[in-house]
């Protein structure tokens, strides 16, 4: 289960980009262990993924894309990704996808990201 990185680890996605997701997320459901029983659980699937993902640590991937509309930014992500997820780590959450292409830039220009040296 892929861990999500604390803000800053990686690079950082400017909080006002405009961001959409890619044509190439599919959601599917997956066998998953939950509270010790085996549950269909919806995962993301996406061609720079190994394997489809349904948590990033303890949080369910899947319900929060089901919430991006096309032109939120960062901030608008993790404000509609509360109370299930604290501010921070919604930041972190849509960071995580930016960097795996799962959140694509509104106009088709690259997301400009800032190194931590930067």
Do not use: N
Request: charged residues 20%; hydrophobic residues 45%.
């Amino acid at each position: 289960m892929p861990e999500v990185a604390p803000p800053g680890a990686d690079t950082a996605v400017p909080p006002d980009a405009t961001l959409r997701l890619s044509p190439g997320v599919e959601i599917v459901e997956l066998p998953c262990v939950v509270d010790r029983f085996i549950e269909a659980r919806p995962a993301v699937r996406h061609p720079t993924l190994a394997a489809p993902v349904a948590y990033l640590g303890e949080v369910e991937l899947a319900p929060l894309l089901r919430c991006v509309r096309s032109g939120m930014t960062p901030r608008d992500l993790a404000r509609s990704w509360m109370p299930r997820v604290p501010p921070r780590k919604g930041l972190a959450i849509a960071q995580w996808l930016v960097s795996r292409g799962l959140l694509v830039s509104q106009t088709g220009v690259a997301v400009a990201r800032e190194g931590r040296g930067a």
